[in-house]
T-cell receptor, first 111, second 114 residues
Framework: KNEVEQSPQNLTAQEGEFITINCSYSVGISALHWLQQHPGGGIVSLFMLSSGKKKHGRLIATINIQEKHSSLHITASHPRDSAVYICAVIEFVGGAQKLVFGQGTRLTINP | DADVTQTPRNRITKTGKRIMLECSQTKGHDRMYWYRQDPGLGLRLIYYSFDVKDINKGEISDGYSVSRQAQAKFSLSLESAIPNQTALYFC?????????????FGPGTRLTVL
């Protein structure tokens, strides 16, 4: 079982829909990243959070440390939101930082 | 100009060849990372460096070596490339905690080993 599991693996929705992508992890972490990978391959960091909730434009990320779960929400989705969204957790192993990635969720927003 | 650059962007090579992928950053970050991405496996850490004198193996370092020539430069070498090293390779940088652990990624290098 992977240390970081994302669901769903693929998601197709219509423009305007509210989108939720989930991330569950099984290890103790210091923080969690949400990343966006564009169709051309480039990766952009969206959020880093260690507790509570963060909002940036139409994107909202939440984390529940006790339940080891995070969600990424997109409100009023748009075709330009189509990308792969990757959850990554930061854990410390032997005093060193280790970043563990989920497999990603491929999101397609149709006009 | 991009903060994190990688060269080359695409490379096709043959089994047994030595390959070097280069990463440069202008963000002034001490920490640099090399990842590979394979379909269905997500990103995996190859090596990371917390400063010029600090190099650490990641989860899949076998078959790779790195060199941190300066704060701004971190190179990844495949001493003798093999086909299962065909992947998309990403370099990333991050600042020191507690400022932020946010990682900034380069555009990626697509490597094909025939």
């Amino acid at each position: 079982k992977n240390e970081v599991e994302q669901s769903p693996q693929n998601l197709t929705a219509q423009e305007g829909e509210f989108i939720t992508i989930n991330c569950s992890y099984s290890v103790g972490i210091s923080a969690l990243h949400w990343l966006q990978q564009h169709p051309g391959g480039g990766i952009v960091s969206l959020f880093m959070l260690s507790s509570g909730k963060k909002k940036h434009g139409r994107l909202i990320a939440t984390i529940n440390i006790q339940e080891k779960h995070s969600s990424l929400h997109i409100t009023a989705s748009h075709p330009r939101d189509s990308a792969v969204y990757i959850c990554a957790v930061i854990e410390f192993v032997g005093g060193a930082q280790k970043l563990v990635f989920g497999q990603g969720t491929r999101l397609t927003i149709n006009p | 100009d991009a903060d994190v650059t990688q060269t080359p962007r695409n490379r096709i090579t043959k089994t047994g060849k030595r390959i070097m992928l280069e990463c440069s950053q202008t963000k002034g970050h001490d920490r640099m990372y090399w990842y590979r991405q394979d379909p269905g496996l997500g990103l995996r850490l190859i090596y990371y460096s917390f400063d010029v004198k600090d190099i650490n193996k990641g989860e899949i370092s076998d078959g790779y070596s790195v060199s941190r020539q300066a704060q701004a430069k971190f190179s990844l070498s495949l001493e003798s490339a093999i086909p299962n090293q065909t992947a998309l390779y990403f370099c990333a940088t991050s600042d020191l905690p507690p400022r932020t652990d946010t990682q900034y990624f380069g555009p990626g290098t697509r490597l094909t080993v025939l």
